[in-house]
């Protein structure tokens, strides 16, 4: 998989890509093909800010609920297919940090079947699960969070 990723951005705090030598200007981060490569082996963040994360997914099955006080994630499929539910109610929810909850199921929700090429925006507070996983899912996950 050949990706490259290119972020503007303003206010970054931390990257793990180099920031601009000149902090004081806003800076850009670009995370090479292969660094973006090796974060799909496991599911890791590529760059993270005091606003907003870009983080590769990966699955080969379901999760748990999630649910964030604060952030709005927005995905983007690049291979695969899921089963994915959004709203309803959590069942047997659970703090797992300040903001952050995870449930077991979710009861009411919508279900979705997202598809490779797919994009789902879920605003922060509804609870969203990959219900079902076909295969191999890869996914970005930007998390946009309230200041």
Do not use: C
Not at 39 to 48: E, H, I, R, Y
Not at 68 to 90: N, P
Not at 99 to 116: D, H, M, P, V, W
């Amino acid at each position: 998989m050949k990706t490259k990723a290119i972020l503007l951005g303003t206010g970054l705090s931390l990257a793990t890509a180099a920031l601009a030598a000149d902090k004081t200007a806003p800076a850009v981060v670009h995370v090479d093909h292969e660094k973006v490569a090796a974060a799909f082996t496991s599911g890791s963040p590529l760059v993270v800010s005091n606003n907003f994360r870009v983080q590769t997914g990966r699955r080969t099955a379901p999760g748990e609920v999630e649910i964030h006080d604060r952030d709005t994630d927005i995905f983007y499929l690049l291979e695969g297919s899921a089963t994915f539910v959004t709203g309803g109610k959590a069942v047997e929810p659970r703090s797992i940090a300040p903001g952050e909850t995870r449930a077991k199921a979710i009861t009411g929700g919508e279900e979705r079947k997202l598809n490779k090429g797919d994009v789902i925006v879920i605003p922060k507070g509804i609870p969203h699960w990959f219900k079902e996983v076909n295969g191999l899912l890869l996914y970005y996950v930007v998390k946009v969070t309230e200041q």
